[in-house]
T-cell receptor, first 112, second 113 residues
Framework: NAGVTQTPKFRVLKTGQSMTLLCAQD?????MYWYRQDPGMGLRLIHY???????AKGEVPDGYNVSRLKKQNFLLGLESAAPSQTSVYFC???????????FGPGTRLTVL | AQSVTQLGSHVSVSEGALVLLRCNYS??????LFWYVQYPNQGLQLLLK??????LVKGINGFEAEFKKSETSFHLTKPSAHMSDAAEYFC???????????FGSGTRLSIRP
């Protein structure tokens, strides 16, 4: 099993550009999450999904959109990137809500 | 508001010394508690999880944590630090099976030779 994978690993964008981050898991997990990690702030939840076709807002959803068309994939979109979205983005998944989360390796995004 | 606090953003210990990383949560209701470790340029990995079966929880790599309801704490310890323990450690809490997990701000552990 590959676990949780994220594509791409690194990306540099200019302000106003758009991009999509892909998260894939092969563990048949129901729940998937997108976090951003910034120095001194831990992980903050952007959006999450409790199953195929569902999405919900987390703590810091503004400027991001998500889709979960297939159970194994969870996409995070930035429609118009801003420098404040420079961060490391992590995807995670879990079988049940109170289970430990499995994390991907992260995507380092820089917005100039 | 429900929260989790990690005391000390950076802890430095000598190799072979005791490691103590502190975590306090904001409610007296026994929640689900986790410790995760993040090595440089990697995602988070689960160290251990408290689920009310026992107050002392043993995890991987020789780490353990003790749940103390009276102190609303879940501190992480390891008797003897190893150079490979250098990483960032996150405490996380979930107040019910239906609620979202809340992560602490992290503690960076450095090991001195």
């Amino acid at each position: 099993n590959a676990g949780v994978t994220q594509t791409p690993k690194f990306r540099v964008l200019k302000t106003g550009q758009s991009m999509t981050l892909l998260c894939a898991q092969d563990m048949n997990h129901e729940y998937m999450y997108w976090y951003r990690q910034d120095p001194g702030m831990g992980l903050r939840l952007i959006h999450y999904s409790v199953g195929e076709g569902t999405t919900a807002k987390g703590e810091v959803p503004d400027g991001y959109n998500v889709s979960r068309l297939k159970k194994q994939n969870f996409l995070l979109g930035l429609e118009s990137a801003a420098p404040s979205q420079t961060s490391v983005y992590f995807c995670a998944s879990t079988l049940a809500r109170s289970d430990a989360q499995y994390f991907g390796p992260g995507t380092r995004l820089t917005v100039l | 508001a429900q929260s989790v606090t990690q005391l000390g953003s950076h802890v430095s210990v000598s190799e072979g010394a005791l490691v103590l990383l502190r975590c306090n949560y904001s409610s007296s209701v026994p929640p689900y508690l986790f410790w995760y470790v993040q090595y440089p340029n990697q995602g988070l990995q689960l160290l251990l999880k408290y689920t009310s079966a026992a107050t002392l929880v043993k995890g991987i790599n020789g780490f353990e944590a003790e749940f103390k309801k009276s102190e609303t704490s879940f501190h992480l310890t390891k008797p003897s630090a190893h150079m490979s323990d250098a990483a960032e450690y996150f405490c996380a809490v979930q107040y019910s099976s239906a609620s979202k997990i809340i992560f602490g701000s992290g503690t960076r552990l450095s090991i001195r030779p």
